[in-house]
């Protein structure tokens, strides 16, 4: 069973940086997708960024330039840096696994393990 905590949100200025992390654990799989997704309220939660076991990463057109994903494997731990941030981002902040390779790593139906989320707030 993989089980996943979000850290790291808060409530920011427009234009600062904010770096999100996810602590992994169970996660026993060689071939695996890790991404992070977000939920404003009203709005379907949006895949942002992905990232393989084989290191390569996708990103949303919303975010690509502002976000990058990483992970430090032998801390089992994610990470979303966001740069630049926009009144627009505000939301709750998910990461999620698959235990498996998927072609779709940005669609939401791909995965089956989420964390709790943590909230993002960005103001003006």
């Known amino acids: 069973q993989v089980h996943l905590m979000e850290s790291g949100g808060g409530s920011v200025q427009a234009g600062v940086s904010l770096k999100l992390s996810c602590e992994v654990s169970g996660r026993d799989y060689h071939t695996y997708y890790m991404a992070w997704f977000r939920q404003a309220p009203g709005k379907e939660r949006e895949g942002l960024a992905a990232i393989g076991s084989d290191g390569r990463t996708r990103y949303a057109d919303s975010v690509k330039g502002r976000f990058i994903i990483s992970e430090d494997s032998a801390k089992n731990t994610l990470y979303l840096q966001m740069n630049s941030l926009q009144v627009e981002d505000t939301a709750m902040y998910y990461c999620?696994?698959?235990?498996?390779?998927?072609?779709?790593?940005?669609?939401?139906?791909?995965?089956?393990?989420w964390g709790q989320g943590t909230q993002v707030t960005v103001s003006s």
């Open positions: 999620a696994a698959l235990m498996g390779w998927t072609s779709v790593p940005l669609a939401r139906h791909t995965y089956s393990n």
